[in-house]
């Protein structure tokens, strides 16, 4: 998809990736992009890319991603006041400890059932009956394929992630949409989740060969995700190691015999 003229809608847009991608989004001269994010901070987030990126529009949007109708409620708000939704990201989420139950239980609906909430409702407003078309990007993570020890349930959300968009973006579901649907699943990334665990930078120090990414490079891969009209369904890793790259994907072409 050609980024230039279009709208976006980036969840968790107050937060360090969530910054990144929609400012990569508005170098590539998107016409709007608006920042959900139940921390006020989105205000002056908003207020900063605006003054970066002039003529395009910068919003945010106060709301809780894990309440279904105030999801709502901010695509409703996007649709009114530009007339289309092209872009969605789904990438509110936090993490916890395996000895916090709250807030490994929190974790789960914050990183999974509100990417679920973000898809219907990108597909529901973007799909070719309601939309013209568009793509969606759940953040997942690394963790997603190598457990972090102590944080099942962050490790846990995020292949539910993986799933959750790879059976979104199934080819056949996309003839029907318009609608793409790829993740993201980056490696450590320089941004406030990493304060959220006492001892995480230190054990990050530990692994050999693992710098802590850029938000920026892994924008890189956000907005190929983005503009590559092929890529549906697809699940990208970013990491120091191996750069952007795309896992290889056994069920990509629909008239293949293994349906696995
Ligand atoms: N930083 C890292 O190393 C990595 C992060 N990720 C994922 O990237 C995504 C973005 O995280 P970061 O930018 O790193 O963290 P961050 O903490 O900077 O940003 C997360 C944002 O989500 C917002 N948020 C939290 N609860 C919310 C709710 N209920 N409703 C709406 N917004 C809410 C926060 O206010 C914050 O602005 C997350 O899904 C995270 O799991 C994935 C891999 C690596
Ligand atoms: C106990 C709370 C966990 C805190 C988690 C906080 C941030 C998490 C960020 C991520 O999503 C981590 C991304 C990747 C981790 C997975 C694998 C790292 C690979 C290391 C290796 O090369 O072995």
Do not use: W
């Amino acid at each position: 998809m050609k980024i230039s003229g279009k709208v976006a809608l980036i969840t968790g847009g107050a937060g360090g990736l969530g910054k990144a991608f929609a400012a990569a989004l508005l170098r590539a001269k998107a016409k709007a992009v608006c920042l959900v994010d139940i921390s006020s901070r989105g205000k002056e987030v908003a207020e900063d890319l605006r003054l970066q990126y002039p003529p395009s529009q910068v919003d945010f949007y106060h709301c809780d991603v894990m309440n279904y109708d105030l999801f709502k409620g901010a695509f409703d708000f996007v649709q009114k006041r530009f007339g289309a939704i092209d872009i969605v990201c789904n990438n509110a989420g936090m993490a916890a400890s395996d000895h916090n139950v709250s807030g490994s239980i929190r974790t789960l609906r914050l990183n999974l059932e509100a990417v679920y909430f973000g898809t219907k409702l990108g597909m529901d407003y973007m799909d070719k009956e309601s939309g013209r078309g568009g793509v969606i990007i759940n953040v997942a993570s690394m963790a997603a394929f190598l457990p972090l020890m102590g944080s099942m349930c962050y490790n846990a959300s995020k292949a539910g992630v993986v799933a959750l968009t790879k059976s979104a973006g199934v080819p056949e579901q996309y003839e029907m949409t318009g609608v793409r649907v790829n993740a993201l699943c980056p490696s450590f990334t320089e941004t406030p989740l990493l304060d959220t665990s006492s001892g995480l930078r230190e054990m990050i120090a530990q692994l050999p060969n693992h710098p802590i990414m850029s938000p920026e490079y892994v924008a890189e891969g956000f907005q190929q995700l983005v503009e590559n009209e092929e890529l549906c369904g697809a699940v990208m890793r970013v990491t120091p190691q191996k750069g952007i790259e795309i896992v290889p994907n056994r069920r990509k072409d629909r008239n293949s015999s293994s349906k696995l």
